[in-house]
């Protein structure tokens, strides 16, 4: 019968005491010799043989100078060119902005000479039809559909980009890049506060001075709201005639009312709502009323 091995008895060595004198030499040892000792003979034996990292031969030297030589003339060229170059790039850089300024101050001008001459051209239909005994009603049509300036109570809604959007970018908030999009005003959130008011009983609305009608489109190119084509700024001034208590109210408690407000409250986008006694609203470019006069003749058979 086999017995079970048995396996050999533990020693314990006894530990040996810490003796701080070794440690203190170790380091000792390691700040006085922080170059590998095998690092200083490989030194000195190449010192020994007479090697250098230098070239011996006079062509090689005359080489090596060279290239250094070449190397200096190429950076030095560089640099000449780049700062003869930087005032020919700022100077056309310049005419460039000149240039878009120019051609942007005169779009503007002609832009507000159209709106002057649709004014003109749509206060002259209404003189003629009411002096050709129209339709009472074409007054009323032609309000219903913006192409009439209107005035009177309702209620002002200012919507802002969150504050810390407008850091950055020269206070231009669609210039700036670091802030999520979240805290800016984007034309979905336009078209609901828009609908909101349109809902809560409005009878005319403007954005920026910009008066919606029937036809018109609230829609986004870039970072920029266009309100139809025409890009707004913010703040974004909606302007709204109506029963300005019932109006303002209805509005804040409708859906699309509490949606603004959930805007405010997560991502800081800034709103103020007031109730003014009187509001002018501009008649929308643009927009021409016809309206159609039931015939009297008889149809022949």
């Not at 002259?124 to 005994?133: E, N, P, V």
């Not at 997560?266 to 709103?271: A, K, M």
């Not at 927009?287 to 016809?290: H, K, L, P």
């Given at each position: 019968m086999c017995g079970m091995p048995q396996q050999p008895p533990v020693?314990?060595?006894?530990?040996?005491?810490?003796?701080?004198?070794?440690?203190?030499s170790l380091i000792t040892n390691v700040m006085d010799h922080s170059l590998d000792d095998g690092y200083a003979e490989a030194a000195a034996r190449k010192k020994a043989a007479g090697q250098s990292a230098l070239?011996?031969?006079?062509?090689a030297r005359l080489g090596l100078a060279a290239g250094l030589v070449l190397a200096a003339l190429v950076v030095t060229v560089g640099a000449a060119q780049a700062?003869?170059?930087?005032?020919?790039?700022?100077?056309?850089?310049?005419e460039l902005i000149d240039r878009i300024d120019r051609e942007t101050a005169a779009a503007d001008k002609l832009e507000s000479d159209v709106d002057a001459l649709r004014?003109?051209?749509n206060a002259?239909?209404?003189?003629?039809?009411?002096?050709?005994?129209g339709n009472p009603q074409a007054d009323l049509v032609s309000t219903l559909a913006g192409a009439t300036e209107v005035h009177g109570p309702g209620i002002k809604l200012v919507v802002d980009d969150a504050k810390e959007a407008s850091t950055g970018g020269n206070?231009?908030?669609?210039?700036?890049s670091g802030f999520s999009d979240t805290g800016r005003v984007r034309d979905r959130d336009m078209q609901r506060v828009v609908n909101g008011l349109w809902q809560s009983g409005a009878e005319a609305v403007s954005v920026n001075g910009q008066r919606l009608t029937a036809l018109s489109a609230i829609r986004a190119a870039g970072d920029a709201i266009l309100v139809d084509n025409k890009p707004l700024v913010p703040p974004y001034t909606v302007l709204a005639v109506g029963d300005g208590q019932r109006l303002s109210t209805r509005f804040q408690n409708s859906s699309d009312g509490l949606y603004l407000h959930a805007l405010q409250d997560?991502?800081?986008?800034?709103?103020a709502i007031s109730v003014a006694d009187d509001l002018r609203l501009p008649a929308a470019p643009s927009?021409?009323?016809?309206t159609a006069q039931p015939s009297t003749e008889k149809g022949t058979s």
């Open positions: 020693r314990s060595t006894p530990a040996r005491p810490f003796r701080p004198d070794a440690s203190m070239p011996k031969s006079l062509r700062r003869v170059a930087a005032p020919v790039v700022a100077k056309e850089r310049q004014a003109d051209v002259q239909q209404r003189q003629a039809l009411r002096q050709s005994g206070g231009n908030p669609r210039e700036t997560n991502y800081g986008i800034r709103t927009v021409i009323v016809r």
